[in-house]
């Protein structure tokens, strides 16, 4: 079945970086782009941006550009997502998901919970 | 601020039928399809309904889904207690080039 398999939570300090992976199978990996999403505790789902495994193009949400990097390893069907300069405000479960279509994403990560704190 | 506006919180008694509104835009609803998100405590998002109206296989026909221009609504019937979670709405902004999501109504089966 389509499955996507993510990294274990991370904790970190403030000004850190994380990198979060995203393992795919039961699908042709080049054939759909993923999304990132998070989700602060307590609150709804943010979208940060996508990409295309096949061709590597990326495209963020504003408040993300120059902080996040994405990438894709074709070679193992994984995703990364990488957030620089951590914050508190950084702290959420973070999300990977695959698109179906431009407006719909399934089926979705369990999620990677990263905590930022000193 | 959510670009897509859902109440917080909706409630109904099992067996009733319970509707959770998304309102937008002329460039996210207006112009694309919407999709709807189930999240059960402590667990990820699950797509309910996709491309306005259509349900992936395994999702029960008392999820419907249907937009009106510039809103979308999602429809329960038959509400059971395991149907307690929170619901979020999602689309694309053709104007800002992002996904975007509704801030999510915790549905509450009294």
């Known amino acids: 079945q389509v499955q996507l398999v993510q990294s274990g939570a991370e904790v970190k300090k403030p000004g850190a970086s994380v990198r979060i992976s995203c393992k795919a199978s039961g699908y042709t990996f080049t054939s759909h782009d993923i999304i990132w999403v998070r989700q602060a505790p307590g609150q709804g789902l943010e979208w940060m941006g996508w990409i295309n495994p096949n061709t590597g193009g990326t495209g963020f949400a504003q408040q993300f550009q120059g902080r996040v990097t994405m990438t894709s390893s074709t070679s193992i069907n994984t995703v990364y997502m990488e957030l620089s300069s951590l914050t508190s405000e950084d702290t959420a479960v973070y999300y990977c998901a695959r698109e179906g279509g431009l407006t719909w994403f399934d089926p979705w990560g369990q999620g990677t919970l990263v905590a930022v704190s000193s | 601020q959510s670009v897509l506006t859902q109440p917080p919180s909706v409630s109904a008694a099992p067996g009733q039928k319970v509707s959770i509104s998304c309102s937008g835009s002329s460039s996210n609803i207006g112009d694309n399809y919407v999709s709807w998100y189930q999240q059960l405590p402590g667990t990820a998002p699950k797509l309910l309904i996709y491309?306005?109206?259509k349900r992936p296989s395994g999702i029960p026909d008392r999820f419907s889904g249907s937009n009106s221009g510039t809103s979308a609504t999602l429809d329960i019937t038959g509400l059971q207690t395991g149907d307690e979670a929170d619901y979020y709405c999602?689309?694309?902004?053709?104007?800002?080039?992002?996904?975007?999501f509704g801030g999510g109504t915790k549905l509450t089966v009294l």
């Open positions: 491309d306005n109206d």
């Open positions: 999602g689309t694309w902004d053709t104007s800002l080039s992002v996904g975007v």
